[in-house]
């Protein structure tokens, strides 16, 4: 969940793309959208659109219908016609002519749903996500009516007409396909088909570590002063050389500042290095989970380990697993690799001259510039291994130092070409598709805006609003993820960037047509990307079963309604009881907080009463407010009986911790 430039695939401008389908020589062009195996939205008016010479007729049949359909490309060359479907089914082709045919086969009828966020939408099942039995998922992943289409990474400071996709386009979900694609994206979709039976396209088009102003329109941030000068500078931004100017002037101030650094060189990654006053740090871990919270910046680490004499002048492999987000690493003093990315693997080649038997040191100088930071990949991972396979384990205590943290210094320039700016990710991989009809949409983001949680409480709503005005189709469904659960339980109640997120998510909800599945009990206090991403695709599917395809059944845990205070006890209402409220693990009720007049909150007991929770504490004889759930990673148990849990939630209107961060 990164922001900093560092992780950023530099793209060269991209103006007018335009990707023909079919024969390379055939006249007419199709957008990427449009490609053999794809799904076409059923029960609609759609748009088929693309280019040819300017004047020609162009000509199209579809399967379904028997009418030929024309279409005269304008002085630009440009056409577009809408065309009815009927009830999803299939397979079907398509030719496209303006005299030289495209044509396009296996084609379904069904409903589209576009998927995007940041990475725990794009987390895939396997790649860098590697989810809770990914393999076994995988096998299992053979639904030919499910259909890919994978966008790539593109950021655009105007708005294009057509995208760049992996894979040609469209492809067939099976287990040689699904691997590297959003797995909350197929599991919501298989559990839809298994239980309609309608053909699903899928349009995956995120971007890990983005913020949600990168996903909305220029036209609609104008309108917020606390955008409108930032997308007036993207219109207007300087060269590339300008920004590369400005960032080698920002990296000779961390070097300045850097404790690593002595008279411009690095002093902590030397084998005779003192690190006697250095603390100690178990690896693999974010560090921000709490030994360095809130740490933005650079951390050394350094590790002894013992050389066997059969080692001796014979090449070794260091595995580091991977680095959130860029490493300098030495052996002995000698740079031996260096790497940018937080989801790039670390495997580094120690050379024989460097390999003696006996003490030697691993120094690594790790740059971290938002979201969590460190050595962080699985067990097991990081280690040494010699040419015959002999391994040498480097899991558990290193020594640390901090050399920087960022707040100390001016902000790092904002890349001219990096994602995290508002408008970039809306012009390049949401603004191709919105000619192309959908049924609804999904979202997963939010870490990335955490910080600038009060801002989001009126920033989300307006993105949903923002494509739905943008596609033109109505209020058509849009189904969310609250953010999960993610760093260390607090002892005590305090304030939390994260649960005024949630809470900024749930109030969303007054929008029509929403959907929010809670996956507070599915985190991980140690992986801002928690595995169980089956459960996830099955809230939302549940949340669609019942609002978009009219199943009856419950979709949603409880979600506050109401309170009353008497005297010292406040009574909370919910709705979506479900058969009554419970506690899931059968322990008391847990999360919720109390605070009378001074806003201090208190835990609190609570017990179920009817369909209504009671919640006091003793320290409180007054209350005031009531919370649940109101932490980063908070213990609650509230659930109703069709095992779904409760939002977290606040019955007060006291102002947020992020008031006055934009």
Request: proline share 5%; charged share 20%; glycine share 8%.
């Amino acid at each position: 969940m990164k922001s900093n430039y560092h992780k950023y695939i530099r793209i060269a401008a991209i103006t007018g793309m335009v990707f023909t389908a079919g024969n390379v020589n055939a006249k007419v062009k199709l957008p990427s959208v449009f490609s053999d195996n794809m799904v076409i939205q059923q029960k609609t008016n759609a748009a088929f659109w693309g280019q040819a010479s300017p004047g020609k007729t162009v000509n199209i049949h579809v399967a379904w219908n028997p009418k030929n359909f024309t279409v005269k490309a304008d002085e630009n060359g440009n056409w577009k016609i809408k065309i009815p479907t009927p009830k999803y089914g299939g397979p079907y082709n398509i030719t496209i002519s303006d005299g030289t045919a495209v044509k396009l086969s296996n084609i379904m009828l069904g409903d589209v749903w576009v998927c995007s966020g940041q990475s725990n939408m794009e987390m895939p099942l396997a790649g860098w996500g590697k989810i809770a039995n990914y393999k076994e998922e995988i096998s299992k992943a053979d639904f030919k009516n499910i259909r890919l289409l994978q966008a790539d990474h593109i950021a655009s400071n105007t708005p294009l007409t057509d995208a760049k996709v992996a894979n040609g386009g469209w492809t067939i979900c099976t287990p040689e396909n699904i691997g590297e694609f959003s797995s909350v994206a197929y599991f919501f979709a298989r559990e839809v088909y298994q239980k309609t039976g309608i053909p699903i396209g899928l349009i995956h088009t995120s971007w890990g570590g983005t913020i949600a102003e990168a996903w909305m329109s220029s036209s609609t941030l104008k309108t917020r002063p606390d955008f409108a000068a930032a997308v007036e500078k993207i219109a207007k931004t300087g060269s590339q050389a300008e920004f590369e100017q400005e960032l080698n002037s920002w990296n000779k101030i961390v070097i300045e500042n850097d404790n690593g650094y002595q008279q411009g060189k690095l002093r902590w990654v030397n084998a005779d290095t003192d690190d006697s006053d250095w603390k100690s740090m178990n690896l693999p871990v974010l560090w921000d989970q709490s030994i360095l919270p809130d740490l933005d910046g650079i951390v050394y680490f350094r590790k002894k380990i013992t050389i066997p004499e059969s080692w001796k002048g014979k090449t070794i492999t260091l595995n580091l697993g991977t680095i959130d987000d860029n490493d300098v690493t030495f052996f002995n003093g000698t740079k031996i690799g260096e790497t940018k990315g937080y989801d790039q693997k670390r495997v580094y080649t120690i050379p024989a001259d460097l390999v003696k038997p006996g003490e030697n040191t691993i120094a690594v100088r790790v740059f971290d510039g938002a979201g969590g930071g460190g050595i962080y990949g699985d067990r097991n991972i990081i280690s040494v291994v010699s040419a015959n396979g002999e391994k040498i384990s480097l899991d558990g205590d290193w020594l640390y130092n901090v050399g920087l943290g960022l707040k100390k210094i001016l902000p790092m320039p904002s890349p001219i070409d990096g994602p995290n700016r508002p408008t970039v990710l809306f012009n390049a991989m949401i603004n191709p598709f919105l000619n192309f009809t959908i049924k609804g949409a999904l979202w997963y983001q939010g870490e990335s805006n955490a910080d600038r949680a009060n801002q989001y409480r009126t920033l989300f709503p307006q993105l949903i609003q923002d494509w739905r005005k943008a596609w033109d189709i109505g209020d058509f469904p849009f189904y969310f993820v609250q953010l999960a659960g993610y760093m260390k339980h607090e002892d005590l109640p305090k304030a939390s960037a994260w649960a005024e997120l949630r809470d900024a998510q749930l109030g969303a909800l007054k929008i029509s047509n929403t959907g929010m599945a809670v996956a507070i009990d599915i985190g991980d206090a140690a992986d801002i990307h928690p595995k169980n991403k089956q459960e996830v695709g099955r809230r939302l599917a549940l949340i669609a079963l019942a609002k978009t395809y009219g199943r009856q059944i419950a979709y949603a845990g409880p979600v506050f309604k109401s309170y009353k205070i008497e005297e010292d006890k406040v009574t909370l209402d919910f709705d979506h009881i479900e058969g009554g409220l419970k506690a899931n693990d059968g322990k008391p009720l847990n999360g919720f907080a109390v605070a009378g007049a001074d806003k201090v909150f208190h835990w609190a007991q609570a017990t179920i009463t009817g369909n209504q929770i009671v919640v006091s504490s003793t320290e409180v004889p007054k209350p005031l407010a009531v919370r649940y759930g109101w932490a980063n990673n908070p213990e609650c148990n509230l659930y109703n009986q069709a095992n779904l849990p409760a939002s977290p939630f606040k019955t007060d209107t006291w102002e947020d911790s992020t008031k006055n961060i934009h």
